[in-house]
């Protein structure tokens, strides 16, 4: 399929190049390998650059590429391009990098413009690859920097201006020294005063299962068709500390933030958690069926069954979590959800 | 996971007795279906009525002493006993959103040696584990060089070649512990490194097949999956120690390593090591592709991220006891790990017993070699009393692995990547370990 190499020309060449950084003293041609010809390498060098270096002729408005969008990223990465689950955000998180809970986005964290049209084209839609236009690559692209901030609803990008916006966190990235410590004679012998444990992997539980058990009944077969949204129990006073239960949270964290328009991490955000319908925490995508079909409303009575015993209550949960069995830190728990949510 | 019973502290007497019936040994054999050959232990078989009929549950004359076995040809391609079935891979399902764009761990707990078994590397896909036939794979050379080549297979396998083994470890490995003790075993917190023997062409030597242009300072390593997998690799580094691989522990790649080839950047981040590797691009300047910006980048407190963080520092891990093994016994044990270092060989291995109070310098078992595991022991006479047990590696250009308390201050705790902190499992009085983080 190729022609027969010609190899005398790159040999001459190496010599010549002998001298210089990089170049081997002695390079032995081994002639193996064919000449790639210059419509096989343009066919298959899809690599882009941050200077545009190839870019191939094409444009795209965000008006177009919303379109795409909508048919082919939203049912992973949202309607408003949020993400779901743990298929990642797109847009936002602007000014989040230095908190507790960074979001890393397009806008928030890419450095360069052109990373978004070469992921893009090279990997995406997942599952089926490189199957985008370089029109609606553009578009897309578009699309995306404009749900950014970068720019305008009716700008076009093509191949002449990629390259030119600039994106928010453009500076953020540097090559500082590593590692950071000095080097130091190791100590041997009474090298610290005290030791003290601050945490253990069974306060956080979520270790993976080892037994090589069928996956649990997915029939939610609980009757949850009860009448518990508006129950007595879910309005009484909720008897615990909150103070105390701010520190039975922390083997929540790992999955649940709690904040006001807090990220859904690998469970939803907490906010609101009281008096909203169970699996309904806008724009998480990872309830499990039993979840998403279960007619309950989350309030002291049900939160509290549930933080129990997770699987007993909703039978199919994803919530890799055993449960609350000392009742004083349930209690606990569920006055700090109630007033920090 | 289940905390696999432990045998009383009592030394065994080979008495004849019944022995612990749930000794693990004997588990493995009740699992898999062969309690009934203590049956023929029968008078039957016994030289005198008097003999021991088994020692602590072990038959004087078991099935497999007795009958034939399964003749040379029952298994083509040879695999574990059935009695280690549980020595897999394992992933953790809340991490990622498919297994396609996902990863599992090796069982470094089970491992002994340096070497880990091809079927028991971890895996990281980004679009799923490509399927690739080899005699319709073709390796590009572009860019910068005089000549842009293509080569089969075949014709890679014909130039001469290197063999030399090597630590790959993801630049995530441990990247659930930023925040605290999460995953209860060095599976979960350790296990997305392993370390074969690769077989190869020198990268150098290919791209001088192609005739470097003195303007080449990158080069774009790129896959042939769903991702498209693409990482800018320094010249220096390429010219320095890179392989392209076809071949791990003897046999071809396996699948789910890049079969049929490989990119081998010694002590670098696993994601540079380009699988089902079809293309390499030279170029002056990176290409700052989405896995070197938008991942493997270290986001620090400031709110700023470090680029190109691509060299694995020191680190090492307590593989046994550790709290995915049965509980330890009082008496004597030996403290098992790994250690590594992306900087060339590991000088010296310590070990705590006492939380890092006291350290005692560990036995490094040969070989001991440059960007590859090496394992440690150090003989432990267990009292019984709880122990907080760790290990540090000081590699040899005199980097120590830092404590994790070191290394927050420093880094914060979101920066995901490049976990190198000193490892604590507690030893319980029960003999059985925890992860837990000190303060």
């Avoid at chain 1, 093509?158 to 020294?177: T, V």
């Avoid at chain 1, 009757?223 to 039975?248: I, M, W």
Wanted: hydrophobic share 35%.
């Amino acid at each position: 399929m190729f022609a027969s190499p010609n190899r005398t020309g790159v040999v001459l060449a190496l010599l010549a190049l002998a001298a210089l950084p990089f170049a081997p003293a002695a390079a032995k041609d081994y002639g193996l390998g064919s000449p790639a010809g210059e419509a096989e390498v343009e066919a298959w060098d899809i690599d882009i650059r941050p200077d545009g270096q190839g870019l191939p002729t094409g444009s795209g408005t965000p008006g177009e590429g919303e379109d795409v969008y909508v048919e082919k990223c939203a049912s992973c990465h949202g309607d408003f391009a949020e993400g779901a689950g743990r298929y990642p955000p797109l847009m936002g998180g602007f000014d989040t990098l230095k908190t507790e809970n960074p979001i890393k986005t397009i806008g928030s964290y890419w450095p360069y413009a052109s990373t978004v049209w070469d992921y893009v084209h090279r990997a995406m839609p997942f599952g089926n690859a490189q199957s985008l236009t370089d029109d609606e690559t553009y578009a897309l692209t578009a699309y995306l920097l404009h749900l950014n901030q970068v720019i305008d609803y009716d700008q076009e990008v093509n191949q002449d201006n990629l390259a030119s916006f600039e994106m928010p966190n453009a500076d953020g990235f540097h090559r500082k020294q590593r590692p950071e410590f000095p080097k130091t004679e190791p100590c041997m012998n009474d090298c610290k005063d005290q030791v003290e444990i601050a945490g253990r992997a069974s306060d956080v539980g979520v270790t993976p299962k080892e037994e090589t058990s069928t996956p649990g009944d997915q029939d939610a077969s609980a009757d949850l068709d009860g009448d518990d949204g508006a129950s007595e129990a879910g309005t009484r006073q909720l008897a615990g500390d909150p103070q105390a239960g701010r520190t039975v949270f922390q083997q929540c964290q790992a999955c649940h933030t709690l904040d006001q328009g807090g990220a859904h991490r690998v469970g939803p955000n907490l906010h609101g958690v009281f008096g909203r319908e169970a699996g309904t925490a806008d724009g998480f995508g990872r309830y499990s069926p039993a979840m998403q079909d279960a007619d309950v409303v989350w309030n002291a009575d049900t939160l509290s069954k549930y933080l129990r015993a997770p699987q007993e209550f909703m039978p199919g949960t994803q919530m890799p979590f055993a449960g609350v069995k000392d009742e004083e830190k349930l209690r606990d728990l569920l006055a700090y959800l109630k007033d920090a949510s | 996971m289940s905390q696999k019973p432990k045998k009383s502290g009592q030394r065994q007497t080979v008495d004849g007795g019944p022995g612990d019936p749930l000794s693990p040994s004997r588990r493995r054999l009740l699992a898999g279906g062969l309690a009934g050959g203590t049956a023929l232990a029968s008078g039957a078989f016994s030289r005198s009525a008097d003999a021991a009929k088994s020692i602590d549950g072990a038959p004087v004359l078991p099935d497999w002493t007795k009958y034939l076995g399964p003749g040379t040809d029952a298994r083509s391609y040879g695999q574990p006993s059935q009695f280690e079935s549980d020595v897999v891979r394992r992933n953790v399902e809340w991490l990622t959103a498919t297994t396609e764009s996902s990863v599992n761990f090796t069982p470094l707990h089970e491992l002994d040696g340096i070497i880990t078994p091809n079927g028991l590397c971890f895996e990281r896909h980004h679009g799923g584990m490509a399927v690739v036939n080899p005699a319709e794979h073709r390796l590009m050379i572009n860019g910068l060089v005089e000549q842009p080549l293509v080569f089969t297979v075949d014709e890679l396998r014909r130039l001469p070649q290197e063999n030399r083994i090597h630590f790959l470890e993801c630049a995530a490995n441990s990247g659930m512990e930023w925040h605290g003790a999460q995953l209860n075993g060095c599976q979960y917190t350790h296990g997305m490194v392993h370390c074969v023997q690769y077989t190869g062409v020198s990268l150098k030597l290919l791209l001088e097949q192609a005739g470097l242009k003195t303007s080449g300072k990158w080069v774009l390593a790129e896959g042939a999956d769903s991702a498209a997998m693409s990482r800018s690799i320094p010249m220096e580094k390429a010219l320095d120690d890179c392989l392209v691989a076809y071949s791990m522990n003897g046999e071809r790649l396996r699948p789910e390593q890049g079969y049929p080839l490989r990119l081998v950047v010694p002590g670098f981040e696993g994601n540079m090591w380009v699988k089902w590797l079809r293309r390499l691009e030279v170029g002056d300047k990176a290409w700052y592709h989405r896995e070197e910006t938008s991942k493997y980048t270290d986001l620090l407190p400031d709110g700023t991220a470090r680029k190109f963080t691509w060299l694995m520092e020191p680190k090492s891990v307590i593989t046994s006891p550790s709290p995915q093994l049965p509980a330890i016994e009082t008496g004597f044990n030996t403290i098992k790990g790994l250690a590594w270092s992306g900087n060339g060989k590991v000088k010296r291995v310590d070990v705590s017993l006492d939380g890092g109070v006291n350290w005692h310098t560990a036995k490094l078992h040969e070989p001991v070699l440059p960007k590859c595991l090496t394992r440690f022991t150090l003989d432990w006479e267990w009292s019984g009393d709880p122990a907080l047990i760790q290990s540090r590696c000081i590699d040899e250009t005199g980097y120590m692995q830092p404590t994790m308390a070191e290394l927050q201050k420093v880094r914060g705790l979101e920066s995901i990547y490049h976990n190198n902190g000193i490892q604590t499992w507690e030893i319980k009085k029960d003999g059985s370990a925890e992860n837990v983080r000190l303060a």
